[in-house]
């Protein structure tokens, strides 16, 4: 199994550049929203080991809002946020982005801070690589390679389906499994429709992995009764800071509004980036981390699998801390329009997204970290897209895809690669055809 | 169960438009005015005279209604302050027409706005007046109602005539048989609606400043308390400010025109000319055959709010729970898209199994959870067909087709345009990947267009039992976007305040 990775390289913008690189982010694009193809400043559809990159300027409209708290808002710089997700590696992904992208790379660089002409690419993006507190991967170990030679199989399995009429014919399920098997061996027999055997998992991944997974527990174990003890604490105050917590949930600005939409919905598949600062105090941070620590836990060796609790749209998702964790952003890939993405939010996983967005500043009231909240429709849809921003520049390696399309793939080639199906089985495998 | 919350308003009846509560069936005539602002006063004095009808049943029943509805530059044009209008939600501001949003609901190639015959980005109505009445009245009530005010007041834009098909929808199928009921009283239990699939909905799905399924009230314009808003209701949630909304809704117009012909030469040459096979066929692409008869199998007891009358029940009481592949009726069929008559949770779990389902650790179903729970997502369709009626058989036969302009005034009535009427077209109707499908919009609406990286979107897909689905390539588009606009429908006083009385 080849584990996916996440890099993130975050910069803060050179303020005399600034409408320089957003010239420069504007060129990557044929219109916005609608990446050049190929994009020749950064080469994204060349590498075929990168899932979903994007690059952002962290533009956050809502630093004001700390303001409720009588703590004077303080003043960000603006970061330029490069990240993706791959498969293998960030460090390699770093080399080979600088071996491909060089060039590109250095352009929207030299529009940061403290980028000379003659710094080292590579170990510049290292010493601004920004790790993700929580990520969540729809399928743990699925490659770029994986979903382009899944996504053909399945193209030339719905073709031979129709060329030899197996949609008409009254075939036992075995029978139509046996025939469209031999015919892709026959094909890859041929040099064609490549399946890739996967990958040995790397050893230290396998280490890290089982540590993570019986570590974090442990750990957790071990501290409990001071755990315990805290948790009850924050409790107590958690209760009393959710009862006098501000709501901050205008009308969003309509300019703002159109800006955003004007980048959605031009492929099956969205990009989702959002950013507020934390509520002040130890009581919140200490909630945050944990949850963020659970989910990451869980969507490490839980969430593994197409599904995010009963979310099946996400792609790829992060949480990252900025700014000694006073703030906090959420990027993700979804499928289908925002509206949908809010209705997954708030009718599947409204508890969820409770756990972690009700520490943010000005998020709809919760109770106890998991009622309420996103539960009242209006509130929750106007502070996320108030929280909402722009992405410049957003890369999917596989347009038109969406998840769902992916697990049929997936369930489609493993049971084309079974010798022989049994009947119930080769029933549901002949069904997703 | 059936104790009404203390926070239930009795609705006055009188000051909803009777379009909310009825369909006017009997008023077998209808023709819709899309008018311009030409002069402010005179516009104002016929709106404050105009007999707008209200939702109280009259005995004997009414010969004749009229409603009205305004667009966003409507109410700019009779001139509601900015801070009003401000009030009123996004998408209706924005307009339908706007770019992003053409995207999503996709109007885009040939059903792109700039192509329409009204409502495209220059041809924007400000004013509907929608005229009904009983056959042989309609003239008349017209002619009666567009004296001096009316033309000194208004530049119509377009009328829009509507065709009295019977019931049948061009293409030849029973139409408007499915309607959500609305929780009048107020009296939905939505602890009970997440895992029943039911006909009744919330009041606030429909209309504004009443609770929505969601149990909280939708965004609309609340005013101070002044002279010229103290005729307003105050709103329920906010007592302290006039309810501008109260007892409006918002109104979607979309005329679709049907290309009959089109529709019934593709099916007869799938079907090699049999025309019991495309009866089928067609029958598959709508979900019900052309009497209405659902494919889906009839469930033995009514689901809570579902309709009384026999032929109703016969045509209404089903879901498809008992067919999740979509072998009796496709997945993709045109009223699977737009019902899927689904719940809030897949099984309907309860306790210990729900708490699972919520973490998602239950079975790992490939269509599960894909499709949203459709009570969020419930529009009230109000909409009437135009043009000539043409029968499948002269629609084969005639050389050369009959291709005059016909198809439907798709009117829908929905408290939420963004979570209602978007969401529908865009996740449901137009999206390839609609419950786990792949390669096909609705094989009635859906626009064919190509979509990046999927290799066509003209498939129509049938599952088989026991064997992979038989696929139809190639459907042409049947229905284009002729024109469309939002309109805020408001409630009599609402009218009154904008009308300036």
């Known amino acids: 199994m080849t584990p996916q990775t996440s890099f993130m390289v975050l910069a803060p913008v050179d303020p005399l550049r600034e409408a320089e690189l957003r010239l420069l982010l504007d060129s990557m694009n044929d219109a916005p929203g609608r990446l050049k193809k190929p994009c020749p400043l950064v080469p994204f559809h060349d590498f075929d080991t990168l899932h979903v990159a994007r690059l952002f300027l962290v533009d956050d409209q809502t630093t004001g809002d700390v303001a409720v708290y009588g703590i004077a808002p303080r003043r960000y710089p603006l970061y330029l946020a490069f990240l993706g997700d791959v498969d293998g590696g960030a460090d390699a992904f770093y080399a080979e982005l600088a071996r491909r992208a060089g060039e590109g790379l250095r352009a929207l660089f030299s529009c940061c801070m403290g980028f000379g002409p003659g710094a080292d690419l590579v170990d510049w993006m290292r010493a601004h690589h920004v790790g993700a507190s929580a990520s969540y991967v729809n399928w743990r170990g699925r490659t770029v390679t994986q979903v382009r030679e899944e996504a053909a199989l399945r193209e030339a399995l719905a073709v031979q389906v129709r060329t030899d009429g197996l949609d008409s014919r009254h075939l036992a399920p075995r029978e139509v499994h046996r025939l469209l098997r031999a015919a892709v061996r026959q094909a890859q027999g041929a040099g064609r429709l490549p399946l890739s055997p996967e990958a040995a998992t790397p050893i230290g991944h396998k280490a890290r992995n089982l540590l993570h997974l019986v570590g974090v527990p442990l750990v957790l174990l071990l501290a409990s009764p001071v755990l315990l003890v805290l948790a009850l604490v924050a409790l107590v105050r958690l209760r009393r800071l959710e009862k006098t917590d501000e709501e901050i949930c205008p009308r969003s600005d309509p300019a703002a509004s159109a800006e955003l939409s004007r980048l959605e919905d031009h492929d099956v598949t969205n990009q989702f980036t959002a950013m507020g600062s934390l509520k002040p105090g130890p009581t919140r941070l200490f909630i945050t981390r944990f949850v963020l620590l659970a989910i990451d836990y869980t969507a490490r060796h839980i969430y593994t699998r197409g599904r995010l609790a009963r979310v099946r749209t996400i792609h790829f998702a992060r949480w990252v801390f900025i700014d000694e964790r006073q703030r906090i952003i959420f990027l993700s890939n979804y499928d289908g329009s925002l509206e949908s993405y809010m209705d997954d939010f708030i009718n599947k996983v409204g508890f969820g997204l409770n756990l972690v967005f009700s520490n943010g500043i000005g998020y709809p009231r919760a109770s106890f970290l998991v009622g309420g909240g996103s539960k009242d429709e209006r509130k929750f849809k106007e502070y996320l897209r108030r929280h909402q921003v722009p992405t410049q520049v957003w890369y999917k390696a596989y347009p038109g895809l969406t998840a769902a399309d992916l697990e049929r793939n997936v369930r489609l080639r493993k049971g084309l690669e079974a010798t022989e199906l049994a009947e119930p089985e080769a029933r549901e495998w002949v069904s997703l055809l | ?501």
């Open chain 2, 1 to 501: 169960m059936g104790v009404a919350p203390v926070t239930a308003h009795e609705v006055d009846y009188g000051d909803v438009q009777g379009l909310v509560r009825f369909g006017h069936g009997k008023l077998t005539e209808a023709t819709y005015a899309l008018l311009r602002v030409k002069q402010l006063e005179a516009a104002r004095a016929w709106l404050r005279s105009a007999p707008v009808t209200s939702a109280i049943p009259t005995s004997p029943p009414p010969t004749t209604a009229l409603q009205v509805a305004f667009t966003a530059d409507g109410l700019e044009a009779l001139g509601a302050p900015a801070a009003v209008r401000a009030g009123f939600s996004p998408e209706f501001l924005s307009g339908i027409t706007d770019e992003s949003r053409s995207r999503r609901l996709g109007d885009v190639g040939a059903n792109d706005p700039s192509l329409w015959e009204w409502g495209g980005r220059a041809a924007v109505p400000h004013v509907l007046v929608a005229f009904f009445a009983a056959p042989g009245r309609l003239a008349g009530f017209v002619q009666a109602q567009t004296g001096e005010a009316w033309t000194s007041g208004f530049e119509p834009l377009r009328w829009l005539e509507t065709s009295q098909l019977d019931g049948i929808e061009p293409f030849g199928f029973a139409d408007g048989i499915s309607q959500p009921e609305l929780d009048w009283p107020q009296a939905r239990d939505l602890g009970a609606a997440r895992n029943e699939y039911g006909n009744t909905v919330a009041l606030g799905e429909f209309l504004l400043g009443y609770r929505n399924e969601y149990d909280k009230y939708t965004d609309r314009p609340l005013l101070e308390l002044d002279s010229r808003s103290a005729g307003l209701l105050p709103a329920t949630d906010a007592p302290d400010k006039q309810d501008l909304g109260r007892n409006g809704t918002y109104l979607v117009v979309r005329q679709l025109r049907q290309d009959v012909a089109s529709f019934w030469r593709f099916l007869n040459r799938l079907a090699g000319g049999d025309r019991a096979r495309a009866d089928e066929l067609a029958a598959a692409f709508v979900g019900r055959t052309k009497a209405g008869v659902p494919l889906a199998a009839m469930q033995p007891a009514a689901g809570p709010g579902a309709p009384r009358k026999a032929e109703a029940v016969r045509l209404n009481q089903f879901t498809f729970d008992a067919d999740p592949t979509g072998v009796r009726c496709p997945i993709g069929a045109h009223i699977r898209r737009a019902n899927p008559r689904n719940t809030d949770y897949a099984g309907r779990p309860t306790g210990l199994a729900r708490l699972l389902a919520d973490l998602g650790l239950g079975r790992k179903v490939f269509r599960e959870d894909l499709t949203s729970a459709v009570r969020f997502h419930r529009i009230l369709r109000r909409g009437r067909e135009y043009g000539p009626g043409l029968s499948p058989q002269d629609a084969v036969a005639l050389d050369p087709p009959d291709r005059r302009e016909r198809g439907l005034h798709f009117i829908c009535l929905n408290a939420n345009i963004a979570r209602q009427f978007e969401f529908l077209q865009n996740a449901w109707m137009s999206s390839l990947k609609f419950a786990g499908l792949s390669w096909e919009s609705d094989p009635l609406v859906g626009n064919r267009e190509p979509v990046p990286g999927c290799p066509m979107s003209d498939a129509f897909t049938q599952p088989r039992d026991a064997g992979p689905a038989h696929v139809v390539t190639g459907l042409p588009r049947f229905v284009t976007v002729r024109g469309g606009a939002y309109f805020f429908l408001p409630s009599l006083r609402a009218l009154r305040y904008l009308s300036g009385a």
